[in-house]
């Protein structure tokens, strides 16, 4: 993703003394006619994907025309029903229900992560030395907790009895959370995933908008001061249009990583209680794999992947652009 | 002056708070595993193991197979990180320093590859994997995670290798290095904070892998760290010391692979990055 470009590209420029400043890397033309040898680098990586990825997503897209249960799975049985499945998910409500679910629950923590991390992202760049690397620290700690870990702790803070947010909020006053069920309901629990999630998640967005803030040219906030630009002005003119591309990046990869993210919810409490806080991964995963309707699985997988690319079709979109103009 | 104080006061205590809110789950994952049971199951929370015990580790030390899913886990991570590093460096060279037809088709491919959910493609990379009979096996395990960690380690690198100035290499060629002595001894250090971002990124999916290895891999002999301590939580569940004990051990590892890396890639992108 293009989210660490300056990064590096300062970096290089800090050593390389000698050569003048080069244009952005890609843009350069010197390689004109490189023959095979482009192919030949790229053939490792084409080779696995197409066949680890792509043989699997193949696989997945004819399973989900096929009936296939536990009978068939052990029996290595194909019985085909067409589109059987689809309709079956589609007719269904449940299914609209999962996936209006899924967008909402990924409009609300991708929102909060991008707002949180980006704020959380300029506080490091106004910090002194000291501060930053403190608060660095906590950050890099937090994003850096295995998943199963951190829903294992999650679990422990928000525990029903010994649990310390219940004990915080009982001493606060709210004396009825004193012993809260926090996986009794549909709503307290996704407020602990989504506390879960917003904490793992923003380290990421912050840090690397914090790297991209440090490679704007100081010269340009002199610029602003002398021209009696205020903080806000500052932000919106100098800031912000440097930073739009990270944010972008960094939102399209959150949206993949949030509409995604399976541990978190599936570990908390299995997609309970009464299923109203499976997402269309996990609602996928109980389906198919819980409740061995494999080819019903597979479809919904299919489906999945379809919400997934609508969702993402914008910035799709964008990129290719931008690509064609690089090149 | 008044100012500055003032400008100086409300972002560091932001800081703080920040801090701790950050550090606080972590905090009380190592305390509470370090706490006799006593002090965990008592009304007030004890805020620090004044009376700190290695029983909860030992529980999780004699816990079965404990060895075996750590050597899997590590096994399984580093040989995927290694792998898709060495094959994302060749490809990423290949798109950010060659002109070449279809090399927007290209990217776009690693672009939606990147959105794969794996998650939800388990039944069919289950069947796939049991018809090669290679069900509680680590080398399917390996290579999935490649395939995983792959696109974002391109899409990364492509940018890390298009900042390096070409001119580098060929001053290096022209001072009567080959090219593989110039790749090795002007560009790979330029790449190094490079690597280290993306090999984070990798090991952090890696390790943390959980649906694919609990439908592949059944026997125990063959799983790893991420199932271990689901199921010792469903055994343990109730001792909270017990399961954070096992937690902190499962996190350990990459909390400080983390924290030694990142600071290195850090003080990396920001002493080169201050002047611009």
Same mark, same amino acid.
């Given at each position: 993703?293009?989210?660490?470009?300056?990064?590096?590209?300062?970096?290089?420029?800090?050593?390389?003394?000698?050569?003048?400043?080069?244009?952005?890397?890609?843009?350069?033309?010197?390689?004109?006619?490189?023959?095979?040898?482009?192919?030949?680098?790229?053939?490792?990586?084409?080779? !696995?994907?197409?066949?680890?990825?792509?043989?699997?997503?193949?696989?997945?897209?004819?399973?989900?025309?096929?009936?296939?249960?536990?009978?068939?799975?052990?029996?290595?049985?194909?019985?085909?029903?067409?589109?059987?499945?689809?309709?079956? /998910?589609?007719?269904?409500?449940?299914?609209?229900?999962?996936?209006?679910?899924?967008?909402?629950?990924?409009?609300?923590?991708?929102?909060?992560?991008?707002?949180?991390?980006?704020?959380?992202?300029?506080?490091? &760049?106004?910090?002194?030395?000291?501060?930053?690397?403190?608060?660095?620290?906590?950050?890099?700690?937090?994003?850096?907790?295995?998943?199963?870990?951190?829903?294992?702790?999650?679990?422990?803070?928000?525990?029903?009895?010994?649990?310390?947010?219940?004990?915080?909020?009982?001493?606060?006053?709210?004396?009825?959370?004193?012993?809260?069920?926090?996986?009794?309901?549909?709503?307290?629990?996704?407020?602990?995933?989504?506390? @879960? !999630?917003?904490?793992?998640?923003?380290?990421?967005?912050?840090?690397?908008?914090?790297? &991209?803030?440090?490679?704007?040219?100081?010269?340009?906030?002199?610029?602003?001061?002398?021209?009696?630009?205020?903080?806000?002005?500052?932000?919106?003119?100098?800031?912000?249009?440097?930073?739009?591309? =990270?944010?972008?990046?960094?939102?399209?990869?959150?949206?993949?990583?949030?509409?995604?993210?399976?541990?978190?919810?599936?570990?908390?409490?299995?997609?309970?209680?009464?299923?109203?806080?499976?997402?269309?991964?996990?609602? &996928?995963?109980?389906? +198919?794999?819980?409740?061995?309707?494999?080819?019903?699985?597979?479809?919904?997988?299919?489906?999945?992947?379809?919400?997934?690319?609508?969702?993402?079709?914008?910035?799709?979109?964008?990129? @290719?652009?931008?690509?064609?103009?690089?090149? | 002056?008044?100012?500055?104080?003032?400008?100086?006061?409300?972002?560091?205590?932001?800081?703080?708070?920040?801090?701790?809110?950050?550090?606080?789950?972590?905090?009380?994952?190592?305390?509470?595993?370090?706490?006799?049971?006593?002090?965990?199951?008592?009304?007030?929370?004890?805020?620090?193991?004044?009376?700190?015990?290695?029983?909860?580790?030992?529980?999780?030390?004699?816990?079965?197979?404990?060895?075996?899913?750590?050597?899997?886990?590590?096994?399984?991570?580093?040989?995927?990180? +290694?792998?898709?590093?060495?094959?994302?460096?060749? /490809?990423?060279?290949?798109?950010?320093?060659?002109?070449?037809? +279809?090399?927007?088709?290209?990217?776009?491919?690693? @672009?939606?590859?990147?959105?794969?959910?794996?998650?939800?493609?388990?039944?069919?990379?289950?069947?796939?994997?049991?018809?090669?009979?290679?069900?509680?096996?680590?080398?399917?395990?390996?290579? =999935?995670?490649?395939?995983?960690?792959?696109?974002?380690?391109?899409?990364?690198?492509?940018?890390?290798? &298009?900042?390096?100035?070409?001119?580098?290499?060929?001053?290096?060629?022209?001072?009567?290095?080959?090219?593989?002595?110039?790749?090795?001894?002007?560009?790979?250090?330029?790449? /190094?904070?490079?690597?280290?971002?993306?090999?984070?990124?990798? =090991?952090?999916?890696?390790?943390?892998?959980?649906?694919?290895?609990?439908?592949?891999?059944?026997?125990?002999?063959?799983?790893?760290?991420?199932?271990?301590?689901?199921?010792?939580?469903?055994? =343990?569940?109730?001792?909270?010391?017990?399961?954070?004990?096992?937690?902190?051990?499962?996190?350990?590892?990459?909390?400080?692979?983390?924290?030694?890396?990142?600071?290195?890639?850090?003080? +990396?992108?920001?002493?080169?990055?201050?002047?611009?």
């Amino acid at each position: 993703m293009t989210v660490q470009i300056p990064r590096p590209a300062e970096k290089a420029k800090g050593r390389a003394r000698t050569t003048p400043p080069p244009p952005p890397g890609r843009n350069r033309k010197a390689q004109g006619s490189a023959g095979a040898l482009p192919y030949l680098l790229l053939l490792p990586a084409l080779v !696995l994907t197409a066949v680890l990825l792509g043989w699997p997503l193949i696989k997945n897209g004819v399973l989900s025309f096929q009936q296939l249960g536990m009978k068939e799975l052990i029996q290595h049985l194909t019985v085909w029903n067409g589109v059987d499945n689809y309709a079956d /998910a589609l007719g269904g409500e449940d299914f609209w229900r999962v996936t209006l679910r899924t967008i909402v629950f990924t409009a609300v923590n991708v929102a909060l992560i991008m707002l949180l991390g980006t704020l959380v992202g300029l506080l490091l &760049a106004r910090l002194g030395r000291k501060m930053r690397l403190t608060l660095l620290m906590a950050l890099v700690l937090a994003w850096a907790m295995p998943i199963i870990a951190a829903t294992t702790v999650y679990q422990w803070l928000f525990a029903e009895r010994y649990g310390v947010v219940n004990w915080i909020l009982d001493k606060l006053g709210w004396h009825s959370m004193a012993d809260y069920s926090w996986t009794s309901s549909q709503f307290s629990t996704f407020f602990v995933i989504t506390v @879960m !999630l917003v904490w793992t998640s923003v380290p990421f967005v912050a840090i690397n908008l914090y790297a &991209a803030t440090t490679t704007i040219a100081r010269e340009l906030y002199e610029a602003a001061g002398l021209d009696g630009a205020g903080a806000w002005r500052t932000f919106t003119s100098v800031t912000f249009p440097f930073i739009r591309p =990270f944010l972008l990046a960094t939102t399209f990869l959150e949206i993949i990583w949030i509409f995604k993210a399976f541990p978190h919810v599936y570990a908390i409490n299995g997609g309970g209680p009464d299923r109203l806080t499976e997402t269309l991964p996990v609602y &996928a995963f109980v389906e +198919g794999v819980g409740n061995q309707h494999y080819g019903m699985g597979a479809a919904i997988s299919v489906l999945t992947i379809l919400v997934l690319m609508g969702l993402t079709s914008y910035y799709i979109r964008l990129l @290719m652009k931008q690509e064609r103009e690089d090149s | 002056m008044r100012r500055s104080l003032f400008g100086r006061f409300w972002p560091n205590a932001t800081a703080v708070v920040l801090f701790v809110i950050f550090l606080f789950p972590v905090y009380w994952m190592f305390a509470t595993s370090l706490k006799p049971t006593g002090d965990i199951i008592s009304e007030d929370p004890v805020w620090f193991p004044l009376d700190p015990t290695f029983e909860h580790y030992r529980t999780a030390f004699d816990a079965d197979n404990f060895w075996n899913f750590w050597k899997n886990s590590l096994t399984v991570t580093l040989l995927a990180v +290694g792998f898709s590093l060495l094959v994302a460096l060749l /490809a990423s060279f290949a798109i950010a320093r060659m002109r070449f037809r +279809g090399r927007t088709g290209l990217i776009l491919v690693f @672009m939606f590859a990147q959105m794969a959910p794996w998650e939800v493609m388990v039944i069919s990379v289950y069947m796939l994997v049991r018809d090669a009979d290679m069900l509680n096996s680590l080398v399917p395990l390996t290579l =999935f995670y490649t395939v995983m960690v792959l696109p974002l380690t391109i899409l990364t690198l492509r940018n890390f290798v &298009a900042a390096v100035p070409k001119d580098l290499e060929e001053a290096a060629m022209v001072d009567g290095a080959t090219r593989v002595q110039a790749f090795r001894k002007v560009i790979f250090p330029l790449l /190094a904070p490079g690597l280290m971002a993306t090999s984070l990124f990798g =090991f952090i999916t890696a390790w943390n892998e959980f649906p694919m290895v609990l439908v592949l891999n059944k026997e125990a002999e063959a799983q790893t760290l991420p199932l271990w301590l689901s199921q010792f939580q469903t055994q =343990f569940g109730d001792d909270w010391g017990a399961t954070m004990a096992a937690a902190s051990l499962f996190a350990l590892p990459i909390l400080l692979l983390f924290l030694y890396l990142q600071r290195k890639v850090t003080a +990396g992108l920001t002493a080169g990055a201050v002047k611009g």
